[in-house]
């Protein structure tokens, strides 16, 4: 039996998931705050803070647990929404910019926020509803999303484990410089991680983020004969592009193309 949305919650998935200029508008507004708050959290210095910090952490706290309860009541499948690593990075966001004391360690901290950056899926997956080029080129673009998540989550965790112990790691740049080089194997040797665990979270970065660089190149290289569309009766995501039935519940998809089959 199809689930008939009431009251506010068919307004909410109205402007979620909805047509429209306002729910377009509303999207696009939420897209710019996924921005800003990434960019916040991966770049604002945390060794100088003064009151307008604090009051902006509450803030964006404020929000992004507001966004995270009104997802969480319009969706479909609650248990599945619950765990998704997107929606757990959101609820462990929110904890850290309402309960700060919670973590003392204000370097782990910024590895608690860095974890924002995995909304940057939920950015794609919006933008490539509303514009036809991401959805001609959706699977490049997840594999680029992939790699760039991981570049700043793993130099969040080089910065939270090497700051104050590393002499060549003073900042979260330092952390990113390192990062980078190894993942591309350049391997300068300027800067270089101490202790068992840091060279164990080296081995971490040149070995996942290989692997994830050649998915990007297959992307790349490899026909893209797949498009992303979550099917409403089982959740499944990934569809032919010229699907109509789901092809584990054989559910009718009404997949968007914009004639790009």
Not at 122 to 130: D, E, M, P, Q, S
Not at 214 to 234: G, M, R, S, T
Request: overall charge positive; aromatic content about 14%; glycine content about 6%.
């Amino acid at each position: 039996m199809k689930h008939e949305r009431k009251g506010l919650n068919r307004a909410l998935f109205w402007l979620y998931e909805g047509h429209g200029p306002w729910p377009f508008r509303f999207r696009w507004l939420m897209l710019a705050f996924d921005f800003v708050t990434i960019a916040y959290f991966l770049w604002a210095p945390f060794e100088q803070r003064g009151y307008h910090h604090v009051l902006l952490d509450y803030v964006i706290g404020i929000v992004i647990a507001f966004d995270y309860l009104a997802r969480f009541y319009i969706a479909r499948h609650r248990v599945n929404f619950f765990f998704r690593p997107v929606n757990l990075a959101d609820l462990v966001v929110v904890v850290t910019m309402l309960a700060p004391l919670l973590v003392s360690n204000f370097a782990f901290l910024r590895v608690l926020r860095a974890m924002r950056a995995i909304r940057a899926f939920t950015f794609v997956r919006r933008v490539k509803i509303l514009t036809p080029f991401f959805q001609r080129h959706e699977q490049v673009i997840d594999k680029v999303t992939n790699l760039i998540v991981f570049v700043f989550i793993m130099s969040a965790l080089v910065y939270a484990t090497q700051v104050g112990l590393n002499p060549n790691i003073h900042t979260y740049l330092d952390a990113l410089y390192f990062t980078v080089t190894s993942l591309s194997t350049t391997g300068y040797g300027d800067v270089l991680m101490i202790g068992r665990w840091g060279r164990i979270l080296s081995i971490m970065i040149m070995v996942l983020g290989l692997t994830l660089f050649l998915q990007l190149l297959k992307a790349i290289i490899e026909p893209n004969d797949k498009v992303e569309y979550e099917c409403p009766e089982c959740g499944l995501v990934m569809h032919d592009r010229d699907a109509v039935h789901c092809k584990h519940c054989g559910h009718v998809v009404h997949i968007p193309t914009r004639g790009l089959v």
